[in-house]
C-alpha cells in the first residue's frame, strides 16, 4: 500500500509526458512549430515532476529540493539532463525550421528565422534555464552565411569559368606539330587539375565551416594555377572580393552581425550600405 501510494504519482506522470511527448513528434512532423513547442513544453514538466516526487520542497526552475531520501547531488544532476534534453530539442528544432524550405519547398526567410532563435532563448531564460547555445547559433550562422555567399560568388566562378573554358577552345582548335604532342598533353593535363568548383559547400556549412573563406582561397589559388600554368590573368570584381573577406572576418571574429543588411544579402537583394 505505502509502496503504491509513493509511486502512483510518478508513474502518473509518466504517462501523461509520453501522451504530450507523442503530440510532439506529430506537430513536429506536421512542421507546426508552436504545438510542437508547447506539447513538449508539457511533456518536459511531466517527465520533470515525475522525477521529483522524491523531493520535499521545489522552489521555482532554479530550485532548491531537500530530499525525503536522496542527498542534494541527485536533483542537480537531472537538472543537468533535463537541461540537456532541452538543449538538444531546441537545436534539432530550429534546425528542422532552417532546412525545411530547402527540401520541401516554400519556408520561412532568416528574418523569422533569427526571430524565432531569439525567441526561444528569451524564453528559456525567463524560465532560468541557464542553458549555452552557442554551438547552435554558430551551426545556424554558418548555414547563414552560406545563403549570403551563394549568391554573391558567382562573379569570381564565372571569370573561373571563362578562362577554363576558352583554353580548352584554344587547345582543341590549335594544331600543333607532332613533335609538340607532348607538351600538348601536359597542357591538357594540367588544366584537368584545375577545379572549376569549390565543393559541396551546402555540406560544408553543415558542418560549420567558413564557405566565405572557402571561396576566396579556392579562386585565388585557381587563379595563380592558371596564371602560373597557362600565363592567363583573371581579373575578379573588387567588390565581390571585399564582400567575401568581410563576411569571413566577420565569421572568424565571433559570428555575423545578423541586421537587416545581412537578411538583405541572404535573400539575394542588393544592400548598397554594406
Not at 64 to 93: G, N, P
Not at 206 to 224: D, E, P, Y
Not at 252 to 264: C, F, R, V, W
Request: glycine fraction near 8%; aromatic fraction near 12%.
Amino acid at each position: 500500500m505505502k509502496f503504491m501510494k509513493e509511486n502512483i504519482p510518478r508513474a502518473l506522470f509518466f504517462l501523461v509526458g509520453l501522451a504530450f511527448l507523442a503530440f510532439t513528434f506529430h506537430f513536429f512532423i506536421t512542421s507546426n512549430l508552436k504545438g510542437a513547442v508547447a506539447t513538449f513544453a508539457m511533456a518536459f514538466l511531466s517527465f520533470f515532476y515525475s522525477d521529483l516526487t522524491r523531493f520535499k520542497k521545489i522552489k521555482g526552475w532554479g530550485f532548491e529540493a531537500e530530499l525525503w531520501e536522496q542527498k542534494q547531488k541527485e536533483a542537480e544532476d537531472l537538472i543537468q539532463r533535463l537541461k540537456s534534453v532541452v538543449s538538444v530539442y531546441t537545436r534539432e528544432l530550429m534546425l528542422n525550421k532552417v532546412l525545411r524550405g530547402r527540401y520541401g519547398g516554400g519556408g520561412d526567410g532568416w528574418a523569422d528565422h533569427w526571430r524565432v532563435y531569439n525567441e526561444l532563448v528569451e524564453r528559456h531564460t525567463e524560465l532560468g534555464q541557464e542553458i549555452d547555445f552557442s554551438g547552435l547559433k554558430r551551426r545556424l550562422e554558418s548555414i547563414f552565411l552560406f545563403d549570403i555567399v551563394v549568391r554573391r560568388y558567382g562573379g569570381v566562378r564565372g571569370k573561373i569559368s571563362d578562362a577554363i573554358g576558352e583554353l580548352r577552345v584554344q587547345s582543341s582548335s590549335e594544331k600543333m606539330p607532332a613533335t609538340q604532342g607532348d607538351a600538348r598533353a601536359r597542357s591538357a593535363a594540367n588544366l584537368a587539375k584545375i577545379s572549376e568548383d569549390p565543393g559541396n559547400l551546402f555540406e560544408m556549412a553543415l558542418q560549420g565551416k567558413n564557405v566565405a573563406r572557402h571561396v576566396l582561397c579556392w579562386g585565388k589559388s585557381v587563379q595563380s594555377e592558371l596564371k602560373e600554368n597557362f600565363d592567363v590573368d583573371v581579373i575578379f570584381d573588387e567588390e565581390d572580393l571585399k564582400l567575401l573577406e568581410k563576411l569571413a572576418e566577420d565569421f572568424e571574429s565571433g559570428g555575423l552581425p545578423i541586421n537587416e543588411k545581412t537578411i538583405a544579402l541572404s535573400e539575394g537583394r542588393e544592400w548598397q550600405a554594406w
